[in-house]
Nanobody, 125 residues
Framework: QVQLVESGGGLVQPGGSLRLSCAASGLTWDYYTIGWFHQAPGKEREGVSCISSDGRFTYADSVRGRFTISRDNAKNTTYLQMNSLKPEDTGVYYC???????????????????WGQGTQVTVSS
């Protein structure tokens, strides 16, 4: 059974930073694409960034240059470093795992096989 456990969310002022972590278990880590998705209040869940098993990655236009995704294959953990946070970044961030190509999984949530429980990020002064 795949488990994805997110941590690192919280309340931060505009311009601040947070680092989200996603620890995975119950899957063959090297075979999976891992992604981060954002769901703002009242909106659909959207792909923020996804990283392939060999380290290739993609970002949504809204976060490119501000967010950085990485994965530690020794720890089965993925990170999302979020800098220069904006109020519109507020919402729940979900970690996701799947076996689709990283661009596809970030674009189409149907390609996600497993979701984490989510972690709340609030950007507010």
């Amino acid at each position: 059974q795949v488990q994805l456990v997110e941590s690192g969310g919280g309340l931060v002022q505009p311009g601040g930073s947070l680092r989200l972590s996603c620890a995975a278990s119950g899957l063959t880590w090297d075979y999976y694409t891992i992604g981060w998705f954002h769901q703002a209040p009242g909106k659909e869940r959207e792909g923020v960034s996804c990283i392939s098993s060999d380290g290739r990655f993609t970002y949504a236009d809204s976060v490119r240059g501000r967010f950085t995704i990485s994965r530690d294959n020794a720890k089965n953990t993925t990170y999302l470093q979020m800098n220069s946070l904006k109020p519109e970044d507020t919402g729940v961030y979900y970690c996701a795992a799947g076996m689709a190509p990283f661009q596809a999984m970030c674009a189409i949530t149907l390609f996600v096989r497993s979701w984490g429980q989510g972690t709340q990020v609030t950007v507010s002064s």
